[in-house]
């Protein structure tokens, strides 16, 4: 099984109707490109705009459903502004269960997408794809991969490809994505 899990492109701004600046729709048609060849039977998608967007010229091009599953929404570090966000959510991914007034813990977060992976992905389809956020992305990645944490996220670019590599118990995770200018 194959899982590929994908950054949506650059965007306007953090909330759940922010679109994708002139440069992310450029992203997307890109992003598409690179996805062409790889065979993707199946996509499932965070429903903010930005994330759907990013996936948008891919599924048109390739007659693919497109599949919106809330639990792939960002996640919520706190309902509340934080001048210092960033050391605060270097924090959460040191303590798991560390969660701020109104936000989710890196624990329940990773729970939730894991959940949305195992109810997507199904023994028919060989080669999916999963569109989300940075913050989630990582903590997805995580599952797999224990050596994920803040400093693999402060890595990413807008978009971003990994594939998981599943087979059996054992699951493999490599960046794939090479922006093709």
């Not at 492109?9 to 002139?22: F, I, K, N, R, V």
């Not at 390739?62 to 599953?69: A, E, M, W």
């Not at 960002?74 to 210092?84: A, G, I, K």
């Not at 109810?119 to 995580?142: I, Q």
Request: proline residues 3%; negative net charge.
């Amino acid at each position: 099984m194959q899982i590929y899990v994908i950054r949506h492109c650059e965007a306007a701004g953090q909330s759940e109707d922010a679109p994708l600046t002139a440069k992310g729709f450029e992203q997307a048609e890109l992003l598409a490109t690179f996805l062409q060849e790889i065979g993707i039977e199946r996509v499932i998608c965070s429903p903010y705009l930005r994330a759907q967007q990013s996936v948008a010229p891919f599924v048109q091009r390739n007659n693919i459903p497109l599949t919106v599953d809330n639990r792939l929404s960002e996640r919520v570090l706190s309902d509340s502004n934080m001048d210092n966000w960033l050391h605060c959510l270097r924090q959460t991914f040191d303590d798991f269960d560390l969660s701020f007034d109104g936000g989710e813990s890196s624990k329940h977060a990773m729970e939730r997408a894991v959940r949305a992976i195992n109810d997507f992905v199904s023994t028919e389809s060989t080669c999916n794809a999963v569109v989300t956020h940075g913050n989630l992305m990582t903590l997805l990645l995580r599952h797999f991969d224990a050596q994920f944490g803040f400093d693999e996220w402060a890595r990413l670019s807008n978009p971003d490809v990994f594939l998981v590599s599943v087979d059996g118990n054992e699951a493999t995770v490599q960046r794939v994505w090479r922006e093709v200018i």
